[in-house]
């Protein structure tokens, strides 16, 4: 189900440049779930470079292979803090036991609708004001074949893209199936557009395909959670105060570091976490598609006066059907690090 990420894994590049830090006692282990994705790279980077260690704790990275398992692994592998995207986040049934906490990324660059480059979908875009960008009209989308997998940021991207053209998903033919899937079908000839995806975004446009909306191009907010463990912290607050103390130094590193560097970083993480290379091009992507939010951007996201992101979650929640868990979202850690 899941590996322990210890420092073992940690490539050779950043060896050179590791602090050498002594203490009288050893740090405290703290547990921390992940998926292989581009949120996992600040901690990871963090860790290589000994932040964890300075503020006090050994960072423990799981790695799981979907949101759903990662949520269950909450009782099962008892992590402490995790990262999450939103829809899994809100469905999970733990009754209160996880808080939100923090943004990990922004993923709504890197999720949308493909259709082939002769589509009649992308002959019009600008048909609702409010979205210039956004391919389609009411015409050209009815009665057509998207492939999505159920319940996924995919398939909350075409609600609200369905929505923005006055149309229902009962005005068209939703058919579910995994991403990985749902893109070898598309390219086979199947269905008149596919909803995906980070990695699988990057490999539509790899292919040829042209979208017809991004998340980001029609509302469709896509956050990724950092969530703790709510007994956790109410147990040791400076602990959760002390990981995202480090988590925020490696987003200033993905926001300051040279582009050049960061794409080396970056592929270090991949190789790291998959066993495998990663191309520069798609490591450049995948850096440019989803945005991260320093410190103060993130009070102002969480800032209960404006509800950017209580706006975000309610919409989530509405469209996945899970609750409403406004009442587990706090900023107490962001505004101790502020402090």
Same mark, same amino acid.
């Given at each position: 189900?899941?590996?322990?990420?210890?420092?073992? #894994?940690?490539?050779?590049?950043?060896?050179?440049?590791?602090?050498?830090?002594?203490?009288?006692?050893?740090?405290?282990?703290?547990?921390?779930?992940?998926?292989?994705?581009?949120?996992?790279?600040? $901690?990871?980077?963090?860790?290589?470079?000994?932040?964890?260690?300075?503020?006090?704790?050994?960072?423990?990275?799981?790695?799981?292979?979907?949101?759903?398992?990662?949520?269950?692994?909450?009782?099962?592998?008892?992590?402490?803090?995790?990262? #999450?995207?939103?829809?899994?986040?809100?469905?999970?049934?733990?009754?209160?036991? $996880?808080?939100?906490?923090?943004?990990?990324?922004?993923?709504?660059?890197?999720?949308?609708?493909?259709?082939?480059?002769?589509?009649?979908?992308?002959?019009?875009?600008?048909?609702?004001?409010?979205?210039?960008?956004?391919?389609?009209?009411?015409?050209?989308?009815?009665?057509?074949?998207?492939? #999505?997998?159920?319940?996924?940021?995919?398939?909350?991207?075409?609600?609200?893209?369905?929505? !923005?053209?006055?149309?229902?998903?009962?005005?068209?033919?939703?058919?579910?199936?995994?991403?990985?899937?749902?893109?070898?079908?598309?390219?086979?000839?199947?269905?008149?557009?596919?909803?995906?995806?980070?990695?699988?975004?990057?490999?539509?446009?790899?292919?040829?395909?042209?979208?017809?909306?991004?998340?980001?191009? #029609?509302? !469709?907010?896509?956050?990724?959670?950092?969530?703790?463990?709510?007994?956790?912290?109410?147990?040791?607050?400076?602990?959760?105060?002390?990981?995202?103390?480090?988590?925020?130094?490696?987003?200033?590193?993905?926001?300051?570091?040279?582009?050049?560097?960061?794409?080396?970083?970056?592929?270090?993480?991949?190789? %790291?976490?998959?066993?495998?290379?990663?191309?520069?091009?798609? $490591?450049?992507?995948?850096?440019?598609?989803?945005?991260?939010?320093?410190?103060?951007?993130?009070?102002?996201?969480?800032?209960?006066?404006?509800?950017?992101?209580?706006?975000?979650?309610?919409?989530?929640?509405?469209? %996945?059907?899970?609750?409403?868990?406004?009442?587990?979202?706090?900023?107490?850690?962001?505004?101790?690090?502020?402090?």
């Amino acid at each position: 189900m899941h590996k322990l990420l210890g420092g073992l #894994c940690a490539a050779l590049l950043f060896l050179a440049g590791l602090p050498q830090i002594g203490h009288a006692a050893d740090p405290v282990p703290l547990k921390t779930a992940w998926l292989g994705e581009h949120e996992a790279f600040a $901690a990871w980077y963090a860790k290589q470079k000994g932040w964890d260690l300075e503020e006090g704790f050994r960072l423990e990275m799981l790695s799981y292979d979907s949101g759903k398992q990662l949520m269950a692994g909450m009782n099962t592998a008892h992590w402490e803090i995790a990262a #999450c995207g939103a829809i899994p986040a809100l469905t999970a049934s733990l009754d209160n036991q $996880a808080e939100i906490i923090a943004i990990g990324n922004d993923e709504s660059l890197a999720t949308g609708i493909y259709a082939r480059k002769d589509s009649p979908i992308l002959g019009h875009t600008g048909y609702n004001a409010l979205y210039p960008e956004m391919a389609g009209t009411g015409g050209t989308v009815r009665g057509k074949t998207i492939l #999505c997998t159920a319940g996924s940021s995919a398939h909350y991207t075409v609600h609200k893209w369905l929505e !923005a053209l006055s149309l229902t998903e009962k005005e068209v033919t939703i058919k579910d199936m995994p991403s990985e899937e749902a893109l070898k079908a598309f390219l086979n000839g199947e269905g008149d557009a596919v909803a995906l995806w980070s990695p699988y975004t990057l490999e539509a446009e790899q292919h040829g395909l042209m979208p017809v909306t991004l998340s980001s191009q #029609c509302d !469709a907010s896509q956050p990724t959670l950092l969530l703790a463990n709510k007994a956790f912290a109410k147990e040791h607050p400076a602990l959760v105060t002390a990981f995202l103390k480090m988590y925020f130094r490696g987003i200033t590193a993905l926001q300051e570091t040279p582009r050049e560097q960061l794409i080396q970083d970056y592929r270090a993480f991949y190789h %790291a976490w998959t066993g495998r290379d990663l191309p520069p091009q798609d $490591a450049a992507w995948e850096l440019a598609k989803h945005p991260v939010y320093g410190l103060k951007g993130q009070l102002t996201l969480f800032d209960p006066a404006q509800k950017k992101l209580h706006t975000w979650l309610q919409e989530l929640a509405s469209f %996945a059907g899970g609750k409403n868990r406004l009442s587990d979202v706090t900023d107490v850690y962001l505004k101790k690090l502020a402090q």
